[in-house]
């Protein structure tokens, strides 16, 4: 359900950033050419963006709210760990620059500098 609520909010995001992006500053939409009247003119179309822009601004608000909702409610049973696990020990660092692991090869130095010839 987060998941399928967090694509939704994308979703939604990318079409709200590109209602928004095709308005013009002063409010005259996409400038379309057409009939003065109807919704392919420029005031039919700055209505049909303006509208737009708010029911998809709204749905956005609304998923947020519902996207945290459900974050809550998965997170709220479980106990947060506050301290380590001591029992596992470190991993041995590889060394690059050292000979490769083979039955005869001499063992690394833990000097790194150790092998430096000048």
Same mark, same amino acid.
């Given at each position: 359900?987060?998941?399928?609520?967090?694509?939704? !909010?994308?979703?939604v995001?990318?079409?709200?950033?590109?209602?928004?992006?095709? !308005?013009?500053?002063?409010? +005259? +939409?996409? #400038?379309?050419? +057409?009939?003065?009247?109807?919704?392919?003119?420029?005031? #039919? /179309?700055?209505?049909?963006?303006?509208?737009?822009?708010?029911?998809?601004?709204?749905?956005?608000?609304?998923?947020?709210?519902?996207?945290?909702?459900?974050?809550?409610?998965?997170?709220?049973?479980? /106990?947060?760990?506050?301290?380590? $696990?001591?029992?596992?020990? %470190?991993?041995? %660092?590889? $060394? %690059?620059? +050292?000979? =490769?692991?083979?039955? $005869? =090869? /001499? %063992? =690394?130095? $833990?000097?790194?500098? =150790?092998?430096v010839?000048?």
């Open positions: 359900m987060f998941l399928f609520l967090t694509v939704l !909010q994308a979703i995001a990318a079409a709200l950033v590109g209602v928004i992006l095709m !308005q013009r500053s002063e409010g +005259g +939409g996409l #400038g379309i050419g +057409g009939s003065p009247s109807g919704m392919l003119s420029a005031r #039919g /179309a700055a209505d049909f963006l303006t509208r737009s822009t708010k029911w998809l601004a709204v749905l956005f608000v609304v998923l947020s709210i519902a996207l945290a909702a459900v974050a809550v409610e998965s997170t709220s049973g479980s /106990a947060i760990e506050s301290t380590l $696990d001591r029992t596992v020990a %470190p991993a041995a %660092p590889a $060394d %690059p620059l +050292g000979p =490769a692991t083979t039955g $005869d =090869a /001499a %063992p =690394a130095s $833990d000097d790194p500098l =150790a092998d010839t000048e």
